[in-house]
């Protein structure tokens, strides 16, 4: 969500932005297994454990607010990129990437077990967004879940009807020190 980006063009072919953005991002990563148990079902494996293997969890919401820098060469009909950006966590939950899971289901009841292994479910905010802990209104405006943040980008233009385009976005990280 972009909460707010100025631009103002430079004479030197050159543009300087400020931005600021609400950023919600979940990447889940699993195996083939889970989802082929749910298009076919459990009907025909009733009893047979269904191994899962490795997956890993993580959603995060934070913002970021930073500063922008492009600069073209019309000549070479080319133009680069950099943002540098200030992130701020609000919330935090991630499943480390070793986690294991297999799923069974009884053939009388119907009912499904799952036996997890190494499953941590490691999170920040949570307790501040559920009013259990902390100031929600303190913790929206500035909290201690700090970082930095990168975006390189390169535009090349090679004729009217083709265009080649490089871009590495989201280069950095973020501390989760609050409500952990």
């Known amino acids: 969500l972009n909460l707010l980006h100025v631009g103002y063009r ?6 300087v932005s400020l931005f600021a953005n609400e950023r919600v991002e979940v990447d889940f990563l699993f195996p083939e297994e889970p989802v082929r148990l749910l298009w076919e079902g459990n009907a025909t494996i ?12 993580s959603a995060n919401h934070f913002r970021e607010i ?4 492009a ?44 036996d ?13 967004a559920t009013g259990d802990e902390g100031d929600i209104g ?6 201690g879940n700090r970082g930095v943040g990168l975006d390189l980008g390169m535009d090349f233009e090679y004729n009217r ?12 990280f973020i501390n989760w020190n609050e409500d952990i």
């Open 138 to 143: 303190s913790h929206l405006v500035a909290n």
């Open 71 to 114: 600069y073209s060469v019309p000549d070479y009909g080319t133009r680069f990129g950099v943002r540098l950006k200030y992130l701020q966590g609000l919330f935090n939950a991630s499943l480390p990437g070793g986690t294991k899971a297999d799923f069974r289901t009884e053939n009388e009841n119907f009912q499904i077990n799952v």
């Open 10 to 15: 430079l004479p030197n072919n050159a543009v």
């Open 161 to 172: 009807y083709y265009s080649f385009s490089l871009g590495i976005n989201d280069i950095g």
């Open 46 to 57: 009733l009893e047979d454990p269904v191994k899962m293997g490795r997956f890993a969890l």
């Open 66 to 69: 930073g500063i922008g820098y």
């Open 116 to 128: 997890l292994e190494k499953a941590m479910l490691r999170t920040s905010g949570i307790q501040i």
